[in-house]
Every structure is written in structure tokens, then in C-alpha cells.
């Protein structure tokens, strides 16, 4: 459709939505610009106590260093770590549940006020049990982070699971399929999308438990860095864990987000 | 025409079982279909038109009687029935080549042959261009034909479509009941269609079955001959047959429709 003849005023249009785009993106970065130097500015002359605030020239010296002596690196790669590997197991390990669940409707039916129960409970509150049992390692982190992502998955799988149309099933059935057959020709692919979106949530929920763990047994990672930050009054710290959590984690979401593009090519 | 029967019904009745009771769908029905035929079934909404559907496909097993397809008692799926149902039911998330190539995949028949098979199809009824189009792509009328060549890739022996046109909008269900009526009668495929729209059923079939409200019985099997207009033979011409009118009345009669 793209050799049609376009009119002025279509061409306008566009421009229009393209200012407007432009315009938007212009805003985000001047708040951003305005709001550091702001920040910088009350600092710098005592308008704020930095020993409670910091400043963004302290934050950038704190990066720095923590860059040179090879820190940061270290920190910021056990926590991508074990939320990567919380986050990938919890999702496999719900979807397998979920699938489990649509399987047999006996379980499901067993299984459901436990997982009600379950979800509406707030997951990090296990932490303390479940590092008592697991252990104060990287083992009992991921553990902690899996259990905040997998009840929510096994959730959201299900429900997508269950609402494909009936006849689609039908459909299958006579042309002869298995039950294996439906769930891997309409079930699975039906339940891409539910699974991307509950991929993205899950990023944050492994952030939550992933952080949590590591208050708890603080030995090492970002939740090691705020939590040693806070006891030894260096807010600059503090602060760059923070920052450094939110750039990393936006990452992590905008690569689910590229896959997303990549696999759903119907959407379009 | 043959006489070979392709389905014989013989005396089935369906009860539902729920907790608030039991429901009654279908009783006593007794029909036959043969080689090559189009047998329309009317009946009002919810009298247990796709129960009976269902039955004749295997896919639920009928309270009383049973059901031969080509001679051989209906247990289970059947590779000889082809099932079309109201909404398309293509797949989102696979072209229309692939979602036209599904039944040969369950059924483990993809080879080169069949996909030139299906291709062709396709090609025939002007899908040809939109193979590796994805079906939110395809206009409603384009998508219902897309699932018609779905069910044919398979050569099943009897097609049997449940109200196959209804999602359509007014226009469009005219331009496509004709050419799926054409498509039948080339194909020269034995079918039921189940239909609530009485000229449509008129206009395609060799024989209307009228259903009664539920449970559904048979109240009337009607033998359709329709004077054709001169030239090509086409379903919409046929609605022009001066015997129309008259088989349209005895229906909507049988039909007994009351607005409440
Ligand atoms: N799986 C089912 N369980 C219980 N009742 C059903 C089921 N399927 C259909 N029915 C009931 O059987 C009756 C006939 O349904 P159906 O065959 O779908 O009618 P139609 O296709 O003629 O509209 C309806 O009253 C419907 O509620
Ligand atoms: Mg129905």
C-alpha cells in the first residue's frame, strides 16, 4: 500500500504526530536535565543536607570508584545473576504447573484455594523461612525470588490456558489431535502473549525477591550495597544501588519488550 | 444420484446431565444421508442442532443409538468427517497456509504432495495471494474460506458445517453460501449444513431436515427441487426458482416461530 498517492493533508498528518512525538521526547529529557541540575544546584549551595540527599556529582564519584576497583562489577553481576536464574526458573517452573493444572482438572480443582491463598499472601514474607531452610547462599536468594514469581505465573498461565475458545478445541479434536496435540498446536501458542506479559512482570517480582534475600543475608549484591550504604551513613551509595537497580531492570524489560516484537509478528 | 448411504442415524437421543437438573437436547432422530448430497438441517435456536453435529462427528457419544459413517459405527474422531463451525477458528498466530496445513500436521500427512495440495486449493478459491498472509489480514469472508480449504485439505468424505455463515455480515453471507455451495457441488462432497437461515438452506441443499423445538425431532424431511434459471447453475440463482417461495412457506410454517 505504500506506492499510493499520499495527500497534503496526509502528509501533514504525519508531521503532526511526528512534532508531537519529538516534542514528547524533548519534555522527558528537559525534566530529567532540570530536575539533576536542580538537585546538583541545591546542593552545592547547602540548600539541602547532601549527608541525607547526596547529589549527582557525590553519585557520579561513587560510581567511579566502585567502577575502578572492580566492585560494582561484582555486586551488580551476582544480583543480575540470581534474578535472571530466579526469573527464568520461576517462569518454567509455573508454566510446568500451569500445564500440570490444565491437564488434570481434578488438581486444578485441589490445588486452586492453596493457590489463592498463596497469591494473595505477601511472597516476600517467606523469605526469612525460606533462607532458614535453603540457606544464606545464592541458592536461598533465587529460591526466595522463584517463589515471588511462580504463583503468579502459574495463575496467569492457567487462566490463559483455560479461556481459549472451546471450538478451537473442538476443531482439533476432529481432526483426530491428542490431548498432547492441543496443547502444543493451540494451547502453548494461544498463551505466547499472557506469557510474555507475566515475563515482564516476573522481572520485577525477581527484582523484589532478589533484593529482599539479600537484605536479609547481605553478603553481596545491590541489596548488599544499600543495606551496607544505610549502616555505614554513606547515602551516596545507597543512592547508586537504587539508580543502578532502576537502569538495569528498565534493560532487562526492554529486551522481553524486543521479543515480544520478534515472536508476535500477527499482531501487527 | 446413488443411493450409497454415507450416514445412517439410527434412533438417537441425547440427555445433558447437570447439577440443576437434566436436559433433554435430542429424541428419536432417524435420518439418512447419501453420496453426494447437501442435506440442510433447520430448527430453532438451542433445539440441539450442533448436539446432533456433534454426535454424527464423534465428538460426544449420543444417550441412545448410534451412528454409522460409511457403514462403520461412530466411536471417537473420525478421519472421514470434515467439521466447519460459525467462527472460522483460524489461528492468530499462523498463516493462512499454515493454519490451512493444521489437520494434515495432527493427522502426520505433511509432505511436499499435500502442501502443493493445499496450495493449489488456495490458488482455486482465490487464496492463492494471501498464503503467508497472517488471518486478522483477511476480510470475514476471505477468513470462512480460508477454513473451508482447512477442512477439504484433509478429503474428508462428509463435511459437516454448523452454522458456517452466521458471524458473516448480510452481504457477504450471500457471496460466500454461494460459492461454498458451488464449492460443494464441484467437489461433489457429501454434507450436512446446519443452518437457522431458510432461504440459505433452500437455496444449497438436496434435502431440508426441519427439527422441532427441543428436545429436538424430526418434524419433517423435505425433498428440494428447484427450477433453476437457464445458464450457470449457482445457489443465488436458484433462490429465483418459482418453486422457492412455496418450500419457504411450508418451512417457516413447520418452523412454527413465535415472537414472544
Ligand atoms: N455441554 C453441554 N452441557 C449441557 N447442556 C448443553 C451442552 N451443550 C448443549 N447443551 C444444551 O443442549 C441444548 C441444545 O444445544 P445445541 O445443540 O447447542 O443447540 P443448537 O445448536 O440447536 O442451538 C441447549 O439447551 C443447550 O443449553
Ligand atoms: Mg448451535
Redesign the pocket.
Do not use: F, M, N
Given at each position: 500500500m505504500s506506492n499510493k498517492i499520499i495527500s497534503k493533508e496526509h502528509i501533514e498528518y504525519l508531521e503532526t504526530i511526528k512534532r508531537r512525538k519529538r516534542t514528547i521526547l524533548i519534555t522527558q529529557i528537559s525534566v530529567l536535565v532540570i530536575g539533576l541540575t536542580l538537585w546538583e544546584l541545591a546542593a552545592k549551595l547547602n540548600l539541602i543536607d547532601t549527608f541525607l540527599t547526596s547529589s549527582p556529582t557525590d553519585i557520579w564519584n561513587m560510581l567511579v570508584e566502585y567502577t575502578q576497583n572492580g566492585d560494582l562489577f561484582h555486586h551488580v553481576g551476582i544480583s543480575v545473576l540470581e534474578t535472571i536464574v530466579g526469573f527464568t526458573v520461576g517462569t518454567v517452573l509455573g508454566v510446568i504447573v500451569a500445564i500440570g493444572l490444565w491437564w488434570s482438572n481434578f488438581l486444578a480443582k485441589v490445588l486452586e484455594p492453596y493457590l489463592v491463598i498463596l497469591n494473595s499472601l505477601p511472597k516476600t514474607a517467606l523469605a526469612p523461612i525460606i533462607i532458614i531452610w535453603i540457606g544464606t547462599g545464592y541458592t536461598g536468594i533465587i529460591v526466595t525470588a522463584i517463589t515471588v514469581s511462580i504463583i503468579i505465573t502459574i495463575m496467569n498461565m492457567f487462566n490463559s490456558f483455560m479461556s481459549v475458545d472451546e471450538d478451537k478445541i473442538k476443531l482439533l479434536e476432529t481432526f483426530g489431535a491428542t490431548k498432547f496435540q492441543i496443547l502444543q498446536k493451540v494451547i502453548l501458542p494461544y498463551s505466547i502473549p499472557a506469557m510474555i506479559n507475566t515475563l515482564k512482570v516476573n522481572i520485577g517480582l525477581s527484582w523484589v525477591g532478589v533484593i529482599v534475600g539479600e537484605f536479609l543475608v547481605s553478603r553481596a549484591g545491590i541489596g548488599y550495597l544499600l543495606v551496607y550504604g544505610m549502616q555505614v551513613f554513606q547515602f551516596d551509595l545507597v543512592m547508586l544501588g537504587v539508580f543502578i537497580l532502576a537502569m538495569i531492570s528498565a534493560l532487562m524489560y526492554k529486551s522481553v519488550s524486543i521479543i515480544e516484537n520478534k515472536f508476535i509478528k500477527w499482531h501487527k | 444420484m446413488s443411493k450409497n448411504s454415507v450416514v445412517q442415524v439410527n434412533n438417537i437421543g441425547m440427555t445433558?446431565h447437570?447439577l440443576n437438573g437434566e436436559?433433554e437436547?435430542i429424541k428419536n432422530i432417524d435420518f439418512e444421508v447419501y453420496q453426494g448430497e447437501i442435506v440442510g438441517i433447520v430448527?430453532p435456536?438451542?433445539?440441539?442442532?450442533?448436539?446432533?453435529l456433534s454426535i454424527i462427528a464423534g465428538l460426544i457419544k449420543p444417550s441412545f443409538g448410534e451412528v454409522l459413517v460409511n457403514g462403520k459405527k461412530v466411536a471417537g474422531h473420525s478421519e472421514d468427517i470434515g467439521y466447519m463451525f460459525q467462527s472460522d477458528q483460524l489461528f492468530e498466530w499462523r498463516t493462512i497456509l499454515q493454519n490451512v496445513l493444521l489437520g494434515l500436521e495432527i493427522q502426520g500427512n505433511i509432505d511436499e504432495k499435500s502442501i502443493r495440495a493445499a496450495e493449489e486449493l488456495l490458488d482455486v478459491y482465490g487464496l492463492g495471494d494471501f498464503k503467508n498472509n497472517y488471518p486478522n489480514q483477511l476480510s470475514g469472508g476471505m477468513r470462512q474460506r480460508a477454513a473451508l480449504i482447512r477442512t477439504l485439505v484433509v478429503k474428508p468424505n462428509l463435511l459437516l458445517l454448523?452454522e458456517p455463515f452466521s458471524a458473516l455480515d448480510y452481504q457477504t453471507r450471500l457471496a460466500i453460501a454461494d460459492e461454498v455451495g458451488l464449492i460443494l457441488k464441484k467437489e461433489k462432497k457429501t454434507t450436512l449444513l446446519?443452518t437457522h437461515d431458510i432461504s440459505e438452506a433452500i437455496s444449497l441443499s438436496d434435502r431440508i431436515i426441519v427439527l422441532t423445538n427441543?428436545p429436538?425431532t424430526i418434524k419433517d424431511i423435505i425433498q428440494i427441487k428447484l427450477t433453476c434459471p437457464e445458464g450457470t447453475w449457482s445457489p443465488i440463482n436458484c433462490r429465483e426458482a418459482p418453486e422457492f417461495r412455496y418450500y419457504f412457506n411450508k418451512i417457516w410454517k413447520e418452523l412454527d416461530v413465535h415472537v414472544k
Open positions: - | 445433558y447437570r436436559i437436547a430448527g435456536s438451542g433445539c440441539g442442532k450442533s448436539t446432533l454448523d446446519v427441543r429436538a
